[in-house]
């Protein structure tokens, strides 16, 4: 006989339950006491629920499955170290300091890279002196120099056969013609706007540039990298070379950026080489209202004891490339930047850093654009790679969805 719930003192009968102070009687499936009959179909529900689990449970398969899953949301590889013997720990721990040992050597082999660096810069330079040579129209280039095959260099072929296949007659009216036109043809001297046209083709530097820093760029003539001398702290300075112009005067605008090649003390195991931690832009000597780094506002101001009405004028920031030349300054002495200052230095980071690797190496190619088109060809590959391999898993979900129709 089943007893009462509540451990109250009424009369419990095989027929009756007894909670709290009610008898409810089992009879015609009904509540003798004024109970809804939907509140009994929900009880029966839930232990028809009750009974439905119990029987999925005592299956094997599911048991199995269950505990799968069970073991990969809480199994994660800290909570498995924890398990380990205290012996395991401690070689685990040893383990660990060999690592930073293994950090320490990385650094040695970075700071050697940088005197590769160096070094190889050196070779570099009389190449880029000659490609400024040729950019300014200091020097024209020989036939040799100037001579390049290009992918289409049998198409171009193919039509220089054709060309010869005309009459006499029209070869020498195209002859004429050219001749006329090669003489009406300007001959500007050098390659005009280079590195202008550079800005503009960069996503990441004409996001930078404003309708206003057009002009000054135009007079830009060359970018060159120095690296820091042999003994100094690691460091390179980016220098922008420009033609006497309307501006500024200079001649010369510097940005330095400061590196680290050793792993952080209080995280070693974060080290991935040299990072840039810091960067000083230098002063721009700006001709009388000629400042694009700054805008004048006129604003009115009333008098609270008279009430008459002034007009000022202020100088407030204005946005600008030239901006770049003057930079945050890192954290420092326990200071912590916002969240904004924190992602606009690192994005004066990464654009040092493209300046140095990509842009002054290869600026012929960031000119015609072409490397440009490789690297959006290399991202669109990358794109059709991923689809294809999600495809793959699509096809092998479904094989195993027919091989286990049961799971």
């Known amino acids: 006989m089943p007893s009462c719930q509540n451990r109250c003192e009424h009369t419990v009968c095989e027929s009756a339950w007894c909670i709290g102070d009610k008898t409810i009687q089992m009879a015609d499936n009904s509540f003798s006491d004024g109970i809804p009959s939907d509140s009994l179909e929900a009880a029966k529900n839930a232990s028809n629920k009750e009974k439905l689990t119990d029987q999925v449970m005592q299956n094997p398969q599911v048991l199995a499955a269950l505990q799968e899953r069970l073991e990969n949301v809480s199994q994660t590889p800290s909570s498995y170290i924890e398990t380990l013997p205290k012996a395991v720990k401690r070689?685990?721990?040893?383990?660990?300091?060999?690592?930073?040992?293994?950090?320490?050597?990385?650094?040695?082999?970075?700071?050697?890279?940088?005197?590769?660096?160096?070094?190889?810069?050196?070779?570099?330079?009389?190449?880029?002196?000659?490609?400024?040579e040729f950019i300014m129209g200091d020097v024209e280039p020989t036939d040799a120099e100037s001579e390049w095959h290009s992918e289409n260099e049998e198409e171009d072929k193919l039509a220089e056969d054709v060309k010869n296949k005309v009459v006499i007659a029209e070869k020498e009216?195209?002859?004429?013609?050219?001749?006329?036109?090669?003489?009406?043809?300007?001959?500007?001297?050098g390659i005009p706007e280079f590195w202008f046209t550079i800005f503009r083709n960069v996503d990441m530097l004409s996001e930078l540039v404003q309708e206003y820093d057009e002009p000054i760029l135009k007079h830009l003539q060359d970018i060159k990298v120095k690296f820091s001398d042999p003994g100094q702290p690691m460091s390179f300075v980016l220098e922008f070379h420009f033609e006497p112009n309307d501006y500024f005067t200079n001649s010369v605008l510097t940005k330095t950026y400061k590196m680290k090649s050793e792993p952080d003390t209080a995280d070693p195991f974060s080290f991935e080489g040299p990072e840039i931690v810091d960067c000083e832009g230098c002063s721009i000597d700006w001709k009388k209202g000629k400042n694009?780094?700054?805008?004048?506002?006129?604003?009115?101001?009333?008098?609270?004891?008279?009430?008459?009405?002034?007009?000022?004028?202020?100088?407030?920031?204005n946005d600008s490339f030239f901006n770049f030349f003057s930079p945050l300054k890192a954290s420092g002495d326990g200071e912590s930047l916002d969240e904004d200052s924190e992602f606009?230095?690192?994005?004066?980071?990464?654009?040092?850093?493209?300046?140095?690797?990509?842009?002054?190496?290869?600026?012929?190619?960031?000119?015609?654009?072409?490397?440009i088109e490789d690297a959006d060809n290399f991202e669109e590959g990358e794109e059709g790679e991923e689809e294809e391999l999600e495809g793959d898993e699509e096809?092998?979900?479904?094989?195993?969805?027919?091989?286990n129709p049961k799971v």
């Open 292 to 317: 694009v780094t700054v805008k004048t506002i006129k604003k009115k101001q009333k008098h609270k004891g008279r009430g008459t009405v002034r007009t000022i004028t202020k100088q407030v920031p």
């Open 395 to 403: 096809g092998e979900e479904e094989e195993d969805a027919e091989i």
């Open 173 to 189: 009216a195209a002859a004429t013609a050219a001749a006329a036109a090669a003489a009406e043809q300007p001959n500007p001297k």
């Open 91 to 132: 070689r685990i721990n040893a383990l660990k300091q060999l690592q930073v040992k293994c950090a320490h050597i990385e650094a040695k082999f970075y700071e050697e890279v940088h005197d590769l660096e160096r070094k190889y810069a050196a070779l570099y330079q009389p190449l880029f002196d000659k490609r400024r």
């Open 344 to 371: 606009t230095l690192a994005s004066d980071f990464e654009i040092g850093h493209f300046f140095r690797e990509r842009i002054v190496p290869r600026a012929v190619l960031y000119f015609t654009g072409e490397a």
